[in-house]
């Protein structure tokens, strides 16, 4: 790994990343993602308390961002959420299957109309 996570969720973002390495996943792709979120987390937790407003603000459409972009961004906060979930963490959030699914069935976030 070599990178270290800084929010309060460090240690169980590294388990996960972790976990899925033991699968024989590179998720590199994933790694980044959560890295950007760990950073995230860490500058919202003085302003939010709740890790569920910290992944509500997350998930939101950048302006710069397309919804396939916000799909591959959000999707492994929503696998973090069910490790998390897994493993008794008590404010774990995981976004709803169906903020994430696009006609074919497949993970897509459509936040302008998501109601969390």
Not at 14 to 19: D, M, P, S, Y
Not at 32 to 45: K, Q
Not at 71 to 82: H, S, T
Request: hydrophobic share 35%.
């Amino acid at each position: 790994m070599g990178k270290t996570y800084v929010s309060k969720l460090a240690p169980f973002m590294e388990a996960f990343i972790e976990f899925k390495h033991s699968l024989g996943l590179p998720y590199q792709g994933g790694e980044y993602h959560l890295r950007n979120f760990d950073r995230y987390c860490e500058e919202s937790e003085s302003e939010v308390t709740s890790l569920k407003e910290i992944i509500k603000n997350w998930v939101v459409l950048r302006d710069s961002e397309s919804p396939d972009s916000q799909r591959l961004r959000v999707a492994p906060i929503r696998e973090f959420g069910k490790f998390l979930r897994s493993a008794g963490y008590a404010d774990a959030y995981v976004i709803p299957q169906k903020v994430v699914k696009n006609k074919y069935g497949k993970c897509l976030i459509f936040l302008q109309m998501m109601k969390l």
